[in-house]
């Protein structure tokens, strides 16, 4: 009696966490349906797309044959593949032409034919080569010249393996799985680390594809995920014989999917740690406790002034801002070049011995980096530490010890160093910021161009004179109540 | 010709070099002759000492007789191996008893005979146990009782060790030796590392003997120490087949110089890190450019309250003192309880998230525990880490979800580190101090109990106001100027 007593708690806790597993693999199943209802384009939805591209691509084959040139269209990207969701409405155009044109004529010819296919309603774009931009029956369409080269692994252009990533996925893909990666999708973007684009660092429609077929089902990709750890291996066309040389080839990257195209690439280069981490965690508490909240994007409230000022008070931080006119360079120039300058700046305040608690970026027409402090003074003497023991010293002490700036040593601290005490040039951030705003080593090209030309920075509460426009607002009202999207 | 002239220059060099360092050994001779006949006790001296070792020791015997003890006195220490500098005026009696006797009786056979011997001027003083400090002649005189143990493995007390320490020396050492000793002496008490006191934390006359007959001599003991590394080991007798062995018996010591009469102690066991590395410094700085400097004691300036004022000021630190009556303990029981509780302030204040630049303790009746810290305000916002990706984050994120204290969070960083962002309990540093006082959590015993009848707070400009005391304003004096003795 008292074993099965002591016995019995344990029994019901194993029964309930089995129970409370088989519930939450139900409600899922319930969830999933529903998600996949709302996000899936309907018969006439997809009709639609198809005729539009359908229209296109004869457009694109008239043309070339009206200009003699030797190319034809190809559909590619989530239209071509059935696993776009409702709320994307982007066809991809690719326009192929023969290896064996040089890269200014393809450019050219290219150009021509997208132009008179997109009509007047057009804006040229420049990535790696340039692109035309349309609108056409409520679509937003890309048409992308490109060469259709035979062997992927050497493309001249990172879109030229557009077209084999197209064969390699649609050869592929189940109508079952389509729904399984309209899920993924789905679930991306509610937890906020869809798109490969370099202001996201997040996963590509390809990658969620090739993250489906892995596993076999949006749940298992969840599953899997919830495992994940630094430096993931995904080969999916087995191309290394072991993992290690797999991340050898990319020791920096959080997850490593080999382009089962190109096992020179990796599909999640774009993927940065922070959104790595983020789609572990979702994953973790997805499973834990699955929730509508993971599939629906999280629209924080914009706070009003009266709110900023006092969360920035709250806070008891100093936050700095340095805005300037936004370099006229494409977004996946300009994002990491915001990124490169923001860092550039944050290495020369802890160079000073501050710390930067958070900081962040934003951007339209104006450009703001946004640095926050834990403190902005710093004491004016200054510890410099001297070569380890068996190393010589003469040339440090001889460098202090005759120096103006001197206030203490040479001595040996409890710890065994060498020190000398000196004074600090710089005290105050402001200064310092200034001057590397002045030096600019290690900015981004155009951020740097546009930073000589002028800037301004703001100090606390004064940031609050930059919310004279909504989306910054909308940018710093979701830094000072920053949350993972599902936790609302 | 060209040739010539172009290994001309290097060839300079290396006869440069050597002759400068032909030209060291030489100054260093010549300068090591004139300290030691400066450190040296005359004839005369010596003469003098040698009555008043002699007298006392007829004294304890005669005592011992007229007591009906079995016991019989011994001196041992610099004084019984004619390593005592001019200096040093001390003489060690031992008295020896029986290993049988009991430990009461002994203590109090050997206090009635030190008591008896030492007459009126005395000094009654406990250590590990009792002992009679007293004045004869000119020198300070200790009357030890100690056990007479055949086994120095098997000693009751540490004070049983000297007999066998003084027989183990005087049996190695020669005259030439002992005039080596006191340049090593010299040389440590130059430096400020001699002593091997708990206040102190350097090197013992013994342990200064021990190196010598190690080595050789004075300059080989020198040049030995440029090259030493944390963990270095001195087996003399080489009681351990392997240098490892003695290592892992004390892993924390910066020195392990093995006992000849007890392998199982380190003789350098009260060395503190940072005498071991000033004694090295000072070896290779010495080695560089021989100077008188080395053998004499650095007298710091003692500044005035308006230079202290200003200096305090030009740091600008905040520095804090905490003053209380020094409890009534001997020295070897109060540094390291007043250690022990500055490290444990220091620990509170680096968990409250501080960073303590530099610290001091100072005594005579009253104590002072000095902190110095970068800054005194840290932000109200305070950053709570979860558990890496693969540790479930359930409860971390439970736990600080609905706080009060929440700012923002959970969310991700740009390490990939799950983070909250709190409100801090206390911003500012004082309060902490005064906390961490009234728990006195790890404090020294007698130290915490003296705390607790009262204290002090001193900030900043405000610790002037122990300057009322001389002692205190030469120890602050130094701690403001703080360099190596022998950088003048």
Known sequence: MVKSRLTFPQEKTKLFYLRRQILNWIEMDVLLKKVLSEVKPSKAEKTRLGKVAGKLLQRVNEVCKELDVYAHGMLVGSAARGTWLRSERDIDIFILFPER???????????????????????????????????????????????????????????????????????????????????????????????????????????CELLTLQYGSFKRVIGAANHWELGEVIDPEKAYSIEGEARELFPKDPLIVIDPVDPGRNVAAALSLQNFATFVRASQDFLRKPDFRFFTPRKPRVLTPQEIRG??????????????????????????????????????????????????????????????????????????????????????????????????????????????????????????????????????????????????????????????????????????????????
């Open 101 to 207: 044109l040089s890269r200014k004529k393809l450019e050219e010819k290219g150009l021509a034919i997208a132009r008179k296919v997109a009509g007047k309603v057009r804006k040229e774009q420049f990535a790696e080569h340039p692109y035309i931009k349309t609108r056409m029956g409520g679509f937003d369409v890309d048409l992308v010249p490109c060469y259709d080269v035979s062997n992927p692994a050497q493309i001249k252009s990172a879109v030229d393996r557009s077209p084999h990533h197209q064969r390699y996925i649609s050869s592929r893909l189940t109508s079952e799985l389509r729904d399984q990666v309209l899920l993924l999708k789905q679930f991306m973007m509610g937890t906020g680390v869809y798109g490969s684009d370099l202001k996201t660092q997040g996963f590509s429609g390809y990658l």
């Open 311 to 488: 969360l920035i008070k709250k806070r008891g931080t100093k936050i700095f801002s340095i805005s300037f006119t936004t370099p006229d360079v494409v977004p996946d120039m300009l994002y990491p070049q915001l990124l490169k300058t923001k860092r550039a700046l944050m290495a020369q305040l802890k160079d000073a011995g501050f710390r930067v608690l958070r900081s962040g970026i934003w951007a339209n027409n104006k450009s703001v980096i946004l640095l926050e402090l834990s403190i902005s003074k710093l004491p004016n003497v200054h510890a410099r530490v001297g070569p380890p023991l068996q190393v010589d010293a003469d040339d440090f002490v001889k460098k202090h010890l005759t120096s103006r700036r001197k206030l203490a040593g040479p001595f040996i601290d409890d710890d065994g160093r060498l020190l000398f005490e000196v004074e600090r040039g710089y005290t105050e951030a402001k200064p310092i910021l200034k001057w590397a705003l002045t030096q600019r080593v290690a900015f981004g090209k155009h951020v740097a161009r546009s930073i000589s030309k002028g800037y301004m920075i703001h100090e606390g509460e004064e940031i609050i004179k930059l919310c004279k426009n909504k989306e910054f607002t909308k940018f710093l009202s979701e830094y000072l109540t920053l949350r993972l999207p599902w936790y609302r």
